[in-house]
C-alpha cells in the first residue's frame, strides 16, 4: 500500500500509505494487526451527522472473524498518511468501535466482510440517557454533555449562542440532547452544526461562521496546463482538479417559497401574559451569503414580489416570561427573534448543490468553504466563458474519504450554495 513517490516526495495527491490497522477483540487489551486485509476503507463525515461512519472492507484469506470471534463491539484504530513536495508529512489517526458486521460471504479460499464503525462517543451514546437539570448557553452545554457525559473533548466549540436557558433533560439520549440544544442555537440568526471530521474531531459552529470562513481552495472543472512531473505545481494542479461534476438543479422557488425561505411569519404566545405577537420575517439584498447576487428573481404574483409573501410559512412557538427569577429563559426563548431567519438559511443553502470527485486532500473537512469554477465548451472547444450557475462559492456539507488498498486516496465531495455570482438575469443575457 505504497504512495507515488520520487526521490522521496509524492507526486501525486491521490498517493497515500496504510500505516496500520488494528482491531482489538474481546476486553480491548491485546490489539490484532489486520493491515494486510484492508482492501478499502470508507470514512463519511457530514455536517448533518454527529459522528464519522467508518466502513472497512476486509479481504480474510487467515480466518481472521473464526479466530477473534469478532462479535460488533471491537475497538479499530487506523492511522494512514503521504508526503507532500515541500516534505510535510500529513495524517489521519482514529478510533472507532464496530457497530455492525455485514455483507459476510464465504468462498472456498476466503470470507469477505465489511466492518461498519462509529466513532467511541456515538457508540457510548447508544447506552446512555441523561435526567438532569441544566442552565447555560446552549454552547455550554453541548460542550458539557460532551466532556462530562460522553467523555470526549470537542476540537472547537462556537460560543456566540447568546440565551441562558433552564430546564431538565427528561431521559434524552445525549446526542439526541445535543440536536434539541442545536435547533434552538442561532447566530445572527443563523443556524449552528454538531458535527464530526476526520482531520480535527468534533466541531459546533454555525452557519454564519462557515460563510465568514477563508476559501479551502480554488477547484478547476477545466482543462489545465501541465506541470513538469514531481513538481510542487503539478501537485497543487492535481489536488485541486475536478475529476467529475453532477449536479441537482433543485433551483425550485415553488418548494423553498413554501419553506419560508424568502419570508415567513413567526405565531408567539407568551404564557406568562397570555400575550399572542406575530413578528414576520422578508429576504432581504444584505443577507449574509456565500456569493454576490440573491438565490431569486424579482418575481410577482398579483402585484405582490415572492419576499413579501410572509404568510408562505408559518411558525408557532409557546413560551414563558415568567418561568424563572433568575437571569435564564426557557427552552423555546432563543426562537423567538431568530428562528424565521433561521429556517430561511436552511432552506437557501439547498439553491444548489453539486458532488465533486476529486482526488484526496488531507487539509479539506466539511464545514468548509472552497470555490468552484466551471468551463462551458462550445461544440466540443473549450471557451473562456465560466458557468455562472454552477461557478461560486460553495460550502462543502459532506465528504466521502475513499481509501483503496492499492494505495489512491480520492474524496466525493457533497457542497451547497445559497447565491451565484450574477444575477439570473445576467446570466442568460449573458448566454
Known amino acids: 500500500m ?11 495527491p491521490s498517493g497515500y500509505t496504510l500505516n496500520s490497522v488494528k482491531i482489538y477483540p474481546g476486553n480491548g487489551d491485546e490489539d490484532f494487526n489486520i493491515t494486510q486485509l484492508v482492501a478499502k476503507i470508507h470514512v463519511t463525515e457530514s455536517i448533518y451527522r454527529a459522528s464519522i461512519k467508518v466502513e472497512i472492507s476486509i479481504l480474510d484469506a487467515s480466518g481472521m472473524y473464526e479466530k477473534l470471534k469478532l462479535s460488533g463491539h471491537e475497538k479499530v484504530t487506523f492511522e494512514m498518511s503521504r508526503n507532500t513536495p515541500t516534505g510535510e508529512r500529513q495524517k489521519y489517526t482514529n478510533t472507532v468501535y464496530v ?17 461498519s464503525c462509529v466513532a467511541e462517543h456515538a457508540y457510548v451514546n447508544q447506552f446512555m440517557t441523561l435526567t438532569k437539570p441544566f442552565a447555560n ?10 466532556t462530562d457525559d460522553l467523555g470526549v473533548t470537542p476540537f472547537y466549540i462556537n460560543k456566540d449562542t447568546q440565551h441562558s436557558i433552564k430546564g431538565v433533560y427528561t431521559r434524552f439520549r445525549p446526542l439526541f440532547a445535543i440536536n434539541w440544544l442545536t435547533r434552538n442555537s442561532y447566530d ?3 443556524p449552528f452544526y454538531f458535527y464530526q471530521t476526520l482531520k480535527d474531531g468534533i466541531i459546533f459552529d454555525s452557519y454564519e461562521n462557515m ?75 444584505d443577507t449574509l451569503k456565500l456569493n ?24 408557532y412557538i409557546s413560551y414563558n416570561t415568567g418561568a424563572f427569577d433568575d437571569e435564564f429563559d426557557n427552552y423555546h426563548a432563543p426562537t423567538d427573534a431568530t428562528i424565521l431567519q433561521g429556517e430561511a438559511y436552511i432552506s437557501n443553502i439547498d439553491t444548489m448543490s453539486i458532488d465533486l470527485v476529486t482526488v484526496g486532500n488531507f487539509d479539506l473537512s466539511c464545514g468548509e468553504k472552497i470555490e468552484v469554477e466551471v468551463i462551458n465548451y462550445i461544440d466540443g472547444e473549450r471557451s473562456t466563458y465560466k458557468d455562472k450557475i454552477l461557478s461560486g462559492k460553495y460550502i462543502i456539507t459532506s465528504i466521502q474519504h475513499v481509501f483503496i488498498s492499492s494505495g489512491t486516496y480520492t474524496m466525493n465531495i457533497k457542497c451547497k450554495k445559497d447565491s451565484f455570482l450574477d444575477s439570473m438575469a445576467e446570466i442568460l443575457e449573458k448566454e
Open 188 to 190: 445572527n440568526g443563523s
Open 99 to 115: 457497530a455492525e458486521i455485514k455483507d459476510y460471504a464465504k468462498t472456498k479460499g476466503a470470507s469477505t466482510y465489511i466492518l
Open 137 to 146: 448557553t446552549t454552547a455550554t452545554l453541548i460542550e458539557n454533555i460532551c
Open 292 to 315: 454576490p447576487h440573491k438565490p431569486f428573481e424579482d418575481v410577482s404574483f398579483h402585484d405582490r414580489r415572492i419576499e413579501d409573501y410572509s404568510e408562505a410559512k408559518n411558525h
Open 2 to 12: 505504497s504512495e507515488y513517490i520520487e526521490n522521496g516526495k509524492t507526486i501525486k
Open 211 to 285: 460563510l465568514l470562513k477563508d476559501s479551502k481552495g480554488l477547484y478547476k472543472h477545466s482543462m489545465f496546463e501541465k506541470k513538469v512531473v514531481g513538481t510542487e505545481g503539478q501537485f497543487e494542479e492535481e489536488l485541486y482538479r475536478v475529476l467529475k461534476l453532477t449536479a441537482n438543479m433543485s433551483m425550485s422557488k415553488y418548494i423553498q417559497g413554501s419553506e419560508g425561505a424568502y419570508a415567513s411569519q413567526l405565531h408567539r404566545l407568551n404564557v406568562a401574559d397570555k400575550s399572542y405577537t406575530v413578528a414576520s420575517y422578508n429576504y432581504s439584498d
